[in-house]
Structures are given as C-alpha cells and as structure tokens.
Nanobody, 111 residues
Framework: QVQLVESGGGLVQPGGSLRLSCVAS????????MSWYRRPPGYELELVGQ???????HYEDSVKGRFTISRDNDKNTMYLQMNSLKPEDTAVYYC?????WGQGTQVTVSS
C-alpha cells in the first residue's frame, strides 16, 4: 500500500526555520514528481511547490526564496526547508505523490 508520512511540524517564532520530511513507501519514489501543499486555517488548500524526477523544483510566489524542496531517493524522502517563516505560513502541510496524500503536519508561526 502507498503511504506518505509527514513529520517535523511544530511551533516556531516569526523569522525562524523548520524542516519538514515526507517519507514515502509503496511506489517507485524516484520515478515520480512530489509536491508540498498547505491549508491555512480558514483558507483553501494551496500548492507550496513541487519537485520533479530530475530534481527541478517549482515554488509558488508566496514562498519563493524562503522555502526549498529537496529529495533523497535512496531514503524515499522529500524535504521542505522553511526559512524566514511568517505568521501567514501557519497551516497544515501535506505531501502528495503518486496520487496519494499524507496525513499532514501542523506548522504554527507565532510570537
């Protein structure tokens, strides 16, 4: 069965950093694009960014220059490094790949 498990969420102050992980299993991870999404409280689900098989990445404007997506195919893991965090980054963060979603991990940015 396909599984995607996020971890690394928590409470951080504005300007701080956090690193999320998404461990995948049940499909050939290295052959597929992976994505990070988030749902801020009271808002719709939005794309954060994505990483393709080649390692090429794309980011939405709201996080460009602050967030970095990477992947380690040997570990079947995708990462989201978040720097210069803002209160508006507060959301449940989800990883998506192979048509499947993780359970989400809460990120709260507050002073």
């Amino acid at each position: 069965q396909v599984q995607l498990v996020e971890s690394g969420g928590g409470l951080v102050q504005p300007g701080g950093s956090l690193r999320l992980s998404c461990v995948a299993s049940g499909f050939p991870f290295g052959l597929y694009a992976m994505s990070w999404y988030r749902r801020p409280p009271g808002y719709e689900l939005e794309l954060v960014g994505q990483i393709f098989q080649s390692g090429l990445t794309h980011y939405e404007d709201s996080v460009k220059g602050r967030f970095t997506i990477s992947r380690d195919n040997d570990k079947n893991t995708m990462y989201l490094q978040m720097n210069s965090l803002k209160p508006e980054d507060t959301a449940v963060y989800y990883c998506m790949g192979y048509g499947n979603w993780g359970q989400g991990t809460q990120v709260t940015v507050s002073s």
